[in-house]
C-alpha cells in the first residue's frame, strides 16, 4: 500500500467512493492491516492479558463462588457442565467489546486519517481488525475449554460438535464487533465506549441462560432471556457439548447473527467514511 502523494499545497487528497478496489486488491489490503494489527500485539503482549487470564479468573469464580448455590447442595461438578458453554458466549461478547476501545483510542491518535490518505477500501480497515479478533477469541475459547476440561467438563457428543460450538460462539462474537465499531466511532473516548458497552453487555449477559436456568426467574425475566440472542447461543452451544436439540438454538443464533451484521456493518462503514 503507497501513500497518496500531497499536492502541491501540502494537503493530502481524500480516497473518495468512486475509487475502484477489486477483490483481490481487497483482500491484500486487509492481509497487511491483519499483518500491522498482529506487530501491534507483538510489540505490546500485555494487550493479551483479558485474552489469557479472563476465561481462567471467570471460570473459576463462577464454579466456585456461585456454581454450590445455583446447583443446589454446593455440588460445583454439576454445574461445570452447564456455566462453561455458556462462558463461551459470553466470552465472544466480552473481546469484541475491546474492538471499538481500540477503534477509538485509533481514532483519538490520527491513525483512522492516514489510512484514509491510502487508496484502500474503508472496509479493509475494519475488517482487518475483526479478522484479528476472531484470532483472539480463539485463543480466549481454547482456554476457556482447556479449564472447563481440568474442572470436569464433559463431552458427551463428540468432538466436531464441540467445535461446531465454538466456531458457533466466534461467529456471533464477530457480528457483535460492528455495533462496538460503531460505538467506537460514534462516541468520543475510550471510556465512554468502556461505559455504554458495560449498559449494552451487563443486561444482555445476566438476562439470559448463560449462568442459571431461566425456569427459576420471574416471568418477566424469563420472557427476556427468551429473546434474548445470548440465550440462544449459550442454549446451542450447550446441547453441542452435552446433548439435546441444538437445531432451532443453532438457527436462532445464525438468524441473529445475520441479522446483526446485515443492519450494523454498512452503518460503521458509513461512519468510518464520514468521522474524518
Not at 482456554?143 to 460450538?165: D, N, W
Request: glycine share 8%; net charge positive.
Amino acid at each position: 500500500m503507497r501513500p497518496i502523494a500531497p499536492s502541491a499545497d501540502g494537503r493530502l487528497p481524500k480516497v473518495t467512493g468512486k475509487t475502484r478496489i477489486g477483490p483481490r486488491a481487497h483482500l491484500r489490503h486487509v492481509e497487511a492491516l491483519t499483518r500491522r494489527n498482529v506487530l501491534q500485539i507483538k510489540r505490546d503482549p500485555q494487550s493479551m492479558f483479558d485474552v489469557l487470564l479472563m476465561p481462567i479468573i471467570f471460570t473459576l469464580l463462577f464454579v466456585y463462588v456461585f456454581g454450590g448455590a445455583i446447583s443446589g447442595q454446593g455440588n460445583q461438578a454439576d454445574y461445570v457442565n452447564y456455566v462453561v458453554p455458556g462462558l463461551m458466549a459470553m466470552m465472544g461478547m466480552s473481546i469484541a467489546m475491546a474492538v471499538g476501545t481500540g477503534i477509538n483510542d485509533d481514532v483519538k491518535k490520527g491513525v483512522m486519517d492516514r489510512f484514509r490518505s491510502m487508496p484502500i477500501a474503508p472496509s479493509s480497515v475494519l475488517v482487518a481488525k475483526i479478522v484479528v479478533e476472531i484470532g483472539r477469541m480463539v485463543v480466549a475459547m481454547t482456554i476457556l475449554l482447556a479449564m472447563g476440561f481440568i474442572l470436569g467438563l464433559e463431552v458427551q457428543t463428540s468432538v466436531v460438535h464441540l467445535l461446531f460450538a465454538m466456531a458457533l460462539s466466534i461467529v456471533f462474537g464477530a457480528s457483535l464487533m460492528w455495533i462496538f465499531i460503531l460505538l467506537g466511532l460514534a462516541l468520543n473516548t475510550p471510556q465512554a465506549v468502556q461505559g455504554m458497552a458495560f449498559l449494552v453487555l451487563t443486561p444482555l449477559q445476566f438476562g439470559s441462560s448463560i449462568f442459571a436456568k431461566p425456569s427459576t426467574m420471574p416471568d418477566w425475566l424469563k420472557t427476556f432471556t427468551d429473546y434474548n440472542p445470548l440465550s440462544n447461543l449459550a442454549d446451542a452451544a450447550r446441547f453441542l457439548i452435552t446433548g439435546g436439540d441444538w437445531a432451532n438454538s443453532v438457527w436462532m443464533t445464525l438468524g441473529w447473527t445475520v441479522a446483526i451484521t446485515l443492519v450494523t456493518a454498512p452503518l460503521a462503514i458509513t461512519a468510518f467514511r464520514k468521522r474524518s
